[in-house]
Structures are given as C-alpha cells and as structure tokens.
C-alpha cells in the first residue's frame, strides 16, 4: 500500500445537504465530500477515483444516501472492449466527424453549445437556467489536469464536446454536451467510444464513466460499453449486462 493510499483512510468527509434525488422517484440523496482544504492533485483525485469518488468543480464527493446504495461508481475495462454492431455503426455514420483533443479551459464559444444543450435537453434539471460561471465552476477546476474531446463536423463546426479528467489509470468522464439539433445522431455514445479509444491509445486501463443505477432509464447507456466493473460495498466487482 503507498503512502497516498494510507492518506485516503484518513481524509475528512463533510456532507452535502440532502437533496431531492434526480434519478430515482421519491428518493432523497446525500453527497460526502472530500475535506476540501486538501492539497487535492490529480494523483489523490485518482485514489480517491478507485473508492467511488468523482469530481465536479473543485469539489470530490461520492454519494452516501442513509437508505439507498443504488449509485455505484462504473469503469470500462478499456483494453477489453469491443465495439458491438450498434456501436460500429454509429462510428461508421459519424465517420465525417473528426475529434481533436484541447487543453480543458472555460471557452465562451463552448459555452454556447454547452448552454443550448442545457436549455434543450435539461430543462427540467438542476442545472438550467446555466450560465457561464455555472459551467465553468463545474467543469473545470485550479488543479485538476484535464482535457476536452472536441468534436468537429467537416466545415470544422464543434457540434460536441466531452470533458476529460487524467488518472493515473485512466479517463475519467466528467460530462459531455453536444448539439441537440445536430443531423448527426448518437453523438453522446459517439464521445464515450472516442474515449474508450482514447484509453487504448495512452495504454490507460479504465474509462470512468460516472455513476450507474440499475433499472433506472437516464443511466442505462453506460451497460453498453462492456466489460466494465461497478464499485459495491468497498470494492470493484465484474459488471454483466442484464
């Protein structure tokens, strides 16, 4: 065990005032966050990574829910994965798409597409009405390393984009946003496989995609992208579709 794996049993966890669920009916929900005076880099966020932590901002949490254990932190085995039919076709029908990776900062052109992806697709959710710092203080962060995926269509438009924090074994996808309006379709499937390609590519274990929920229809889309391991009662464990 290296010293940083021993500092993570000692971290602090605040919690996060209980909330509204926004994935399961008649749940609420509660996020522990790592103490947040930590001299956090991306080395003990990839620690913290491999016990179920995410980041959003400059903020780590993971959810701790006094009734429900339904959230669990989900990796695709990157080296393992195999495109299925479905997925082959929808890199063969966005084969005019290109994919350049940028250095992750707060863009105001970005925030274009990320605000009609907000306002078209989420404007039921807790993040609209967005706004520029709101986006800014979500994606990106003072000391995490990250990236962004972008993605041009051929007269070199951004018509997606995933954001991308740098572990030590892996991607971890923090969110991606895309043109709702777009002729091209499955543009959110689209970045993850440009993801997972891009793990194989930097020989990177693990693609992080965030947390899954059985049986729950917003989060479905992640059983897709196999062989995976899902995070359960302390440990990672094999992930079987269905």
Not at 127 to 137: A, I, R, V
Request: with cysteine; charged share 20%; glycine share 4%.
């Amino acid at each position: 065990m290296t010293n940083r794996q021993k500092d993570t049993q000692h971290i602090k966890l605040y919690a996060g005032p209980e909330h509204t669920c926004g994935y399961l009916e008649e749940q609420t929900s509660i996020s522990v966050f790592a103490d947040p005076a930590l001299d956090f880099d991306n080395n003990l966020y990839a620690e913290l990574s491999r016990l179920g932590f995410r980041r959003s901002g400059n903020h780590v949490y993971r959810p701790q829910c006094p009734n429900c254990s339904a959230c669990w932190a989900y990796r695709v085995i990157a080296d393992d994965f195999r495109l299925s039919k479905t997925q082959k076709r929808i890199l063969s029908t966005n084969s005019s798409l290109s994919v350049q990776i940028h250095h992750a900062k707060a863009d105001t052109n970005d925030y274009e597409l990320y605000e009609k992806y907000i306002c078209l697709r989420h404007k039921n959710g807790d993040m609209y009405p967005p706004s520029f710092q709101q986006y800014d203080e979500f994606l990106f962060s003072d000391w995490c390393e990250s990236l962004l995926l972008k993605t041009y269509d051929p007269n070199h438009k951004i018509v997606a984009i995933m954001a991308l924090d740098i572990l030590d074994d892996g991607l971890s996808a923090v969110y991606s946003f895309f043109d709702p309006e777009s002729s091209y379709k499955s543009l959110g499937t689209f970045l993850i496989l440009k993801t997972i390609e891009l793990c194989q590519q930097q020989q990177l274990p693990f693609c992080y995609l965030g947390y899954y929920i059985q049986n729950c229809d917003k989060m479905s889309y992640k059983q897709n992208f196999q062989p995976a391991e899902v995070f359960i009662q302390n440990r990672w464990v094999p992930y079987q579709k269905n």
